[in-house]
Structures are given as C-alpha cells and as structure tokens.
C-alpha cells in the first residue's frame, strides 16, 4: 500500500467507552484500516478536524447522538464526505447518503455491512 491508499484508509473514532473502541479498533484493522485516531468526546473530534484539514476515509461515532455536538461531529463529516457509521443513534437519527446507523448490540458482521453499504468493503 502507497502512502497515498494510506490516506484515504484513515479512521476517526469518537467513542468513550474504552473496550468498545478497542474492540471497533481490532476490526478496522483486520479489515485493512489504518490505526485510527481517537477521541473520547464529539466536541475533542470536532476540534480535531478543525486542525486536520483533510477529511478522514471513515468516521464512527460511538458517542451518544442525543448531544447535539454529536450530530454537529455527523454534519460536518458527511459536509467534507466522509462516511460515518453511528453506533446506536437516536431514533430521529436519519440513515441516509453517506451516513449509516449500527444498532446495538451488533457483532463483525454488522460492522462489515455498514462498510459494504457505504462502498467501503467489498
């Protein structure tokens, strides 16, 4: 892989739950993902791409969408186009485009078809 895939396989997880994010880390990285960079909060991932000015391939977000700086973190990924899996969403949570919603509790295979519908696996 060329520094130039290697870029377009980033990942952002904002999760706060420690073993989930090890665990959506363990997966991503079976599947050819680059370490992702995370973030406990959506405020800390937003201040993150405030700074980092290239999109990343991939954001999850496993923080709670019923914050509204959660959704904030969802619009300004899907504005720059980056696909975004949302872990267990709020139920006014849309899945739409280039955002898809995993509902809890979900195992590999889940993860999997999120990618597959966002054309990030084959």
């Known amino acids: 892989m060329n520094s130039r895939d290697s870029i377009h396989r980033d990942v952002l997880i904002a999760g706060s739950h420690t073993i989930e994010v090890m665990d959506m880390t363990d997966h991503l990285l079976s599947r050819g993902w680059n370490e992702p960079v995370t973030v406990k909060t959506a405020k800390e991932a937003i201040a993150l791409l405030e700074t980092r000015g290239v999109p990343f391939s991939l954001t999850v977000v496993m923080v709670p969408t019923s914050d509204p700086i959660a959704m904030t973190l969802v619009r300004i990924c899907s504005d720059e186009g980056s696909p975004v899996v949302i872990v267990?969403?709020?139920?006014?949570?849309?899945?739409?485009?280039?955002?898809?919603?995993?509902a809890r509790p979900f195992i590999d295979t889940d993860m999997d078809q999120a990618l597959r519908s966002l054309s990030l696996m084959v």
């Open 88 to 102: 267990d969403g709020a139920a006014s949570v849309q899945q739409a485009g280039q955002v898809v919603v995993l």
